[in-house]
């Protein structure tokens, strides 16, 4: 049998840069479009991997805002795509687009090139909040992007949701999710707020001009989401995902199931079941290295047994199913055995332990990431 695997493509135009963002993208750099168009079919049809042994079945092309990008310009990265692996076992094909920047004439030629999924960047649904966000969208766009997105055949839909953003209080969080969810949307995935250095927001929190609220309200605040999430039948079967039944983003559960994926564009990091890579952080490297007939590749790393353990271990706590048994390495698996003993004593009611998986309760996704640093092996 194959192995499941991905592709993803970065595109990283955006018309502004939010000031939460740490993704690679660049704002007002549209006239690079083609010349970078150009850049990424050549790094697609100069890969040389081989793959004959994966059964590619999504690609997610993520940015920045790929939905800035025209749909001719889409078709020609596509085609690079068909001319180089086989794709032809492609079930979710997904497009991010922001709201109000996503016209429906676009999301059609979206649609007809076999795009299946759109994910929206919502964020919010407070005028004020999506000020503070620096988000150029309105209210009003968000409803319309969806209803567009909708109306030229997209049956899959996503919306990003942020919350635990200073100002929000937990009436206005609540009363964003039911208005999504009265949408019907196929999955939500709801992240809290998170600081990432070299942000405009960092600075901010670091000047003391914005308090990012207390780690108590934000642990508060998940649980009740996920009951509401769940109250209306969107299964959280990651720690901040959310999906109707069978609704699932596929591709991201490659990324939590560690199976391979390529990756094009600058700042895309890729997997091949051994070694992870990343494409340069910088649109200017990334197309000089392409058009000197260089690689954009900038770090390359190989991980051992024990690497890929600890990752399976660290994703495998962020989803519903956990942490697979049958998939520890018979020599670490005393060693695992011992620290989960160790574990269960100190994050006492965190654990839900099956014959086959060890998954965390909710309680227990609130501490993940320090519960996987107790679980990893050394
Ligand atoms: C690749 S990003 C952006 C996609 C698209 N350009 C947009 O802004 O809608 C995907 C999602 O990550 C989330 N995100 C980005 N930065 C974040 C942060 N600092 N904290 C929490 N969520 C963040 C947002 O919900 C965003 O929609
Ligand atoms: S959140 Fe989206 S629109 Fe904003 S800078 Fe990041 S990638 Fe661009």
Redesign the pocket.
């Known amino acids: 049998m194959k192995t499941p695997a991905g592709i993803y493509i970065h595109i990283p135009f955006?018309a502004v840069k939010?000031m939460?963002?740490?993704?690679y993208s660049i704002a007002e750099r549209e006239d690079s479009i083609p010349r970078f168009i150009n850049a990424i079919t050549t790094e697609i049809e100069r890969c040389n991997m081989d793959v004959s042994d994966w059964g590619i079945d999504t690609i997610f092309i993520?940015?920045?805002?790929p939905s800035l990008i025209d749909g001719h310009f889409i078709e020609s990265i596509l085609t690079s795509l068909q001319n180089s692996f086989d794709i032809s076992s492609v079930k979710e094909f997904t497009m991010?687009a922001?709201p109000g920047e996503s016209p429906k004439d676009r999301l059609m030629d979206f649609r007809s090139l076999g795009i299946n999924r759109i994910s929206?960047?919502v964020?919010s649904l407070e005028p004020t909040l999506l000020k503070f966000l620096t988000r150029i969208h309105s209210v009003e766009q968000v409803f319309e992007t969806y209803e567009n997105a909708r109306s030229v055949g997209f049956h899959n839909v996503n919306c990003?949701?942020?919350y635990s953003i200073p100002g929000q209080t937990w009436d206005i969080w609540e009363r964003d999710m039911e208005r999504i969810i009265e949408l019907e949307p196929n999955h939500i995935?709801a992240?809290?707020?998170?600081l990432?250095k070299g942000?405009d927001l960092f600075k901010l929190v670091k000047d003391k001009k914005v308090t990012m609220p207390e780690d108590g309200q934000t642990a508060e605040w998940f649980l009740k989401t996920h009951e509401i999430m769940e109250s209306y039948g969107y299964s959280s079967y990651e720690i901040s995902n959310f999906s109707k039944p069978k609704m699932e983003c596929q591709h991201n559960l490659h990324y939590w199931r560690i199976h391979p994926y390529l990756a094009f564009g600058p700042s895309a990091h890729g997997f091949d079941g051994q070694n992870r890579w990343n494409n340069s952080r910088s649109m200017d490297h990334y197309l000089q290295q392409i058009e000197s007939n260089k690689s954009p590749v900038s770090m390359k790393e190989t991980l051992t047994q024990k690497d890929l353990l600890n990752e399976m271990i660290g994703f495998g706590l962020r989803m519903k199913d956990g942490i697979n048994l049958s998939k520890i390495p018979e020599k670490f698996k005393n060693k695992f055995s011992g620290n989960l003993i160790v574990a269960e004593k100190k994050w006492e009611g965190c654990f839900i332990q099956t014959e086959k998986s060890i998954s965390l309760t909710k309680t227990g996704m609130v501490y993940g990431d320090a519960i996987g640093v107790d679980l990893m092996v050394d």
């Not at 993520?62 to 805002?65: A, E, L, V, Y």
């Not at 992240?191 to 998170?194: A, F, G, N, R, S």
């Open positions: 955006c939010c939460y963002c740490d993704f993520g940015g920045g805002t991010e922001n929206m960047g964020q990003d949701l942020i995935s992240y809290t707020l998170t990432e942000t």
